[in-house]
């Protein structure tokens, strides 16, 4: 494969991604030939050409996975998900997986790989199937589709917005037989533990030396000189005055009051958090019992890929308590994730949410590094309701995940252990506490210089 182009093949298989690495600065104004592989819309691509000088675009071929290719992939990512739980002596990160499917036969299927996984958490054995499923996978008509279109193209790297997509793995692989360089993000600070990293690179892009540590750790297989600390793109965006929509704009839109405190709630996916309009509601109750609608008021930011409508009854009921803000993000009927990205004016949303709002109420949410931009504190919800929705669903299952052991300790965030807390904890006047900022700086590192890191990297010209 020829190296004397500067022809960059850009791997976006889904939405993931576009805000972090389309709208930031990593590909803007930069002189080398962007090629963006893709699985949009045509109006999709339309919105993306207005921030990125895109050259070509190519439709990623249609991938079908075969029942080998699916069965060794899941049983890869639970056997490492036994062998990580031992690493690091925590149970919690079984919970990672899915053991609840609904349908009967994917009650068989995954019953049968849940017999088998724990006799193969031995490393050396998961290294075992990890190369009969990279054998596998090329031998999918995908891979042949594939390699035909990058012998085409010949890009000098191939860059992908994050590690989960099953066609990089394809793809990545068609790339290294062709010589050809290729790159991923990882894309979040809570990804690695749970073992759903199928493709094989020649840079992983991680977002601090935390993160590194993660990599090595539970991919040791991985050269140290392969995995780069480059913080992530998504932080750059509050370092910009003009993200910060001009506050009589703001609040006339969200119809909001100049003269009352803000308090955000901003919700998680009904699989993370199914009880959120409880805890909703159960702020709005106590602020009304306390008196203190006049002064303060709630603005809803709910997660952008839940389209349950389960806030609906309780915003009805509260409406000239809570406000929503709602994302502005793309998503066509199907709602699947090759169709769901958000607009550039949600990044001018979230940053303006932060920026007005006095504090962030959630349960568990990479939110409270958002916020900590403008050294507001953050509260995560500890306690349960007692009419759950969920039933074996718990708040204390959430906060044992891996990613949370980053805390400096217990006073990183404001706990909110019971309803009845929630007057002398939520009503509160102070900033991020010195251990938010702390957190913030293991996880998030050096983020103001996340776009020229990658661009270094990646020998951007």
């Not at 069965?71 to 062998?83: A, D, T, V």
């Not at 993370?272 to 309009?277: E, I």
């Not at 958002?370 to 969920?390: G, L, S, T």
């Not at 052991?405 to 009845?420: A, C, F, I």
Request: include cysteine; proline fraction near 4%.
């Amino acid at each position: 494969m020829e190296e004397n182009n500067n022809k960059i093949l850009l791997l976006f298989p889904d939405g993931v991604g576009v805000r972090n690495y389309l709208y930031s600065e990593v590909f803007k104004e930069i002189k080398d030939n962007l090629i963006l592989f893709h699985n949009f819309d045509p109006e999709t691509i339309k919105v993306i050409k207005e921030d990125v000088s895109i050259g070509d675009t190519i439709t990623i071929p249609v991938y079908n996975e075969s029942i080998k290719e699916k069965f060794l992939r899941e049983l890869i990512c639970l056997s490492r998900l036994y062998s990580n739980a031992e690493k690091v002596d925590n149970k919690a990160v079984l919970a990672y997986w899915n053991w609840n499917q609904k349908t009967f036969s994917k009650k068989i299927f995954y019953n049968l790989i849940q017999r088998i996984a724990p006799f193969l958490k031995n490393y050396a054995v998961i290294l075992k199937l990890e190369r009969k499923y990279q054998k596998l996978i090329r031998q999918n008509p995908f891979y042949d589709e594939v390699k035909v279109i990058l012998k085409k193209v010949q890009p000098r790297i191939v860059f992908c917005s994050h590690q989960r997509s099953l066609k990089a793995a394809t793809i990545f692989a068609a790339a290294k037989d062709l010589g050809i360089t290729t790159t991923t993000v990882i894309y979040s600070w809570d990804n690695l533990p749970k073992a759903r990293m199928a493709l094989l690179a020649d840079n992983y892009l991680v977002w601090s030396e935390y993160m590194k540590k993660e990599m090595e750790l539970y991919y040791p297989e991985v050269s140290r000189k392969c995995i780069h600390i480059t913080g992530s793109p998504q932080f750059e965006f509050y370092e910009d005055e003009n993200n910060i929509i001009k506050k009589e704009t703001f609040y006339k839109e969200y119809d909001l009051d100049p003269n009352k405190k803000i308090i955000c709630f901003s919700g998680d996916d009904t699989l993370t958090s199914p009880d959120d309009p409880s805890y909703l509601k159960d702020i709005a109750q106590e602020i009304t019992k306390a008196n203190l609608q006049d002064e303060y008021q709630i603005l809803l930011r709910r997660c952008p890929v839940d389209f349950s409508g389960r806030f609906e009854s309780v915003v009805n009921e509260y409406k000239d308590l809570i406000k929503e803000a709602t994302p502005l993000w793309h998503f066509n009927s199907s709602k699947h994730w090759s169709a769901i990205y958000p607009y550039f004016d949600d990044v001018k949303l979230l940053v303006s949410t932060a920026f007005y709002s006095d504090i962030v109420v959630n349960v568990g949410s990479t939110m409270a590094f958002d916020f900590a931009m403008f050294n507001k504190p953050c509260i995560f919800i500890n306690y349960d309701q007692e009419n759950k929705n969920v039933k074996d669903w718990s708040v204390k299952t959430i906060y044992q995940f891996q990613h949370f052991r980053s805390m400096p300790n217990n006073n990183t965030v404001v706990w909110l252990n019971s309803k009845e807390e929630i007057i002398e904890k939520v009503i509160i006047k102070k900033s991020c506490s010195l251990e938010m900022n702390q957190w913030k700086e293991i996880v998030l590192d050096d983020y103001k210089r996340a776009s020229k890191k990658i661009q270094e990297i990646i020998k951007i010209n």
